[in-house]
């Protein structure tokens, strides 16, 4: 059974770059099986897509964040990554990292989530 | 401003059928599935719903999903207790702004 875990420092400067990984586990993240994305929610507020990566390397990307989001793949370590630069309090939000089955139609799997906090 | 538009409550009491709407336009849900989440308190989302009507393996039956043109409902009957949770609609948009997942805002739903 596939899983996801969230990690990355909690609270990050303004101005500064948001760097968050998330570890697969229970599968290959090289796998052509699965695209892996990242999602976020303000407190209080509803969800927002950041990007979607595929095993190939492949990136799709929120066109409102384009400018200021990479996401890549470890495939050594089983990981993928998001970084956000130029953050403000506006990008304080739980961040989540879920899977996406090719040729499917949903994020199937989620991880629990890491609240990430902008502030000096 | 989400681009998914979702009523901000619903509620019902235990055994009620409740539905929970979700509107978005010809660029969304006009041209592409749509999915529903579920997110109990303090959790992450869980995949309630997928490709408009299809629900994954251990979702009970008591949840339905429909669409016609650019609207799309979310029906649970035999409301219980533990279906107290926020609802998100989702769907693909293309859009000339570029090609973006869009959310509801989401529906809080209370259990009388």
């Known amino acids: 059974q596939l899983q996801l875990q969230e990690s990355g420092p909690g609270l990050v400067k303004p101005s500064e770059t948001l760097s968050l990984t998330c570890t697969v586990s229970g599968g290959s993240i090289s796998s052509s099986s699965y695209y892996w994305g990242w999602i976020r929610q303000p407190p209080g507020k509803g969800l927002e897509w950041i990007g979607s990566i595929y095993y190939s390397g492949s990136t799709y990307y929120n066109p409102s964040l384009k400018s200021r989001v990479t996401i890549s793949v470890d495939t050594s370590k089983n990981q993928f990554s998001l970084k956000l630069s130029s953050v403000t309090a506006a990008d304080t939000a739980v961040y989540y990292c879920a899977s996406f089955p090719s040729g499917g139609d949903a994020f199937d799997i989620w991880g629990q989530g890491t609240m990430v906090t902008v502030s000096s | 401003q989400s681009v998914l538009t979702q009523p901000p409550s619903a509620s019902g009491t235990p055994g009620q059928r409740v539905t929970i709407s979700c509107s978005g336009s010809s660029s969304n849900i006009g041209s592409n599935t749509v999915n529903w989440y579920q997110q109990l308190p303090g959790t992450a989302p869980k995949l309630l719903i997928y490709s408009n009507n299809q629900r994954p393996s251990g979702v009970p039956d008591r949840f339905s999903g429909s669409k016609s043109g650019t609207s799309a409902s979310l029906a649970i009957s035999g409301l219980q207790s533990e279906d107290e949770a926020d609802y998100y609609c989702?769907?693909?948009?293309?859009?000339?702004?570029?090609?973006?997942?869009?959310f509801g805002g989401g529906t809080k739903l209370t259990v009388l």
């Open positions: 989702a769907a693909w948009d293309d859009s000339l702004n570029g090609q973006n997942w869009v």
